[in-house]
């Protein structure tokens, strides 16, 4: 069975630096998608970033990019100049056969002014 | 965008009492899906549903029932409220086309407590 394990349960930054959050998973699969989805205090999880696992190039969305590892099976997020709406639950996670995704159980982020 | 709309943010009821959590998305996505989130422990499934009148049992499906009798509406029923059951539910779609497929939309979340 396929499993995601976000190691780090709360991490802080200074405004303006960089971090990174880690994830690693396990499968058997070949092909699958990889997410990282942000859910900020009170508010709606929303989708951060996606990686297809046959795509070598690291997926990036404006700040924010991954570091996919497919042999080592690790997804880290990377967020650049964070701000102090990147404050949030931030979730690893895997799509299994189905459309189902199995979730880590989560990063929570502070920014710190 | 797509809308993901669930029906309460907050719900107080009674144990024993039979308890509907409504979702309704407006993206005429086939794939629905119900989780529960507690803290230290992320997002577990549920239920699921490919398609109208269609469910699958998800991981923590004891207690939990499911209604989906229109493609945009997927309703999570319990049956006699527990009160381990108290947690934050969360509804999300999901399409299997196009390039928006695979990534699942979530609604806002209904925070039940019951006593």
């Known amino acids: 069975a396929q499993t995601v394990t976000q190691s780090q349960p709360e991490m802080s930054v200074q405004e303006a630096e960089t971090v990174t959050l880690s994830c690693t998973y396990d499968t058997s699969e070949s092909d699958y998608y990889l997410f990282w989805y942000k859910q900020p205090p009170s508010r709606q999880m929303i989708l951060v970033i996606r990686?297809?696992?046959?795509?070598?190039q690291n997926a990036t969305e404006n700040r924010f990019s991954v570091n996919f590892q497919k042999a080592a099976k690790s997804f880290s997020l990377k967020i650049s100049d964070s701000q102090l709406g990147d404050a949030a639950m931030y979730f690893c996670?895997?799509?299994?056969?189905?459309?189902?995704?199995?979730f880590g159980k989560g990063t929570r982020l502070h920014i710190l002014p | 965008d797509v809308k993901v709309t669930q029906s309460s943010r907050y719900l107080v009821k009674r144990t024993g009492e039979k308890v509907f959590l409504e979702c309704v998305q407006d993206?005429?996505?086939?794939?629905m899906f119900w989780y529960r989130q507690d803290p230290g422990l992320g997002l577990r499934l549920i239920y699921f549903?490919?398609?109208?009148?269609?469910?699958e049992k998800g991981d923590i499906p004891e207690g939990y029932s499911v209604s989906r009798e229109k493609k945009e509406r997927f309703s999570l029923i319990l049956e006699s409220a527990s009160t381990n059951q108290t947690s934050m539910y969360l509804c999300?779609?999901?399409?299997?086309?196009?390039?928006?497929?695979?990534?699942?939309?979530f609604g806002a979340g209904t925070r039940l407590s019951v006593l």
């Open positions: 993206m005429d996505h086939e794939n």
């Open positions: 990686q297809e696992a046959y795509k070598q």
């Open positions: 549903s490919y398609d109208v009148k269609m469910k």
């Open positions: 999300a779609s999901s399409t299997h086309t196009g390039t928006d497929r695979n990534i699942q939309y």
């Open positions: 996670a895997y799509r299994t056969d189905g459309d189902k995704i199995i």
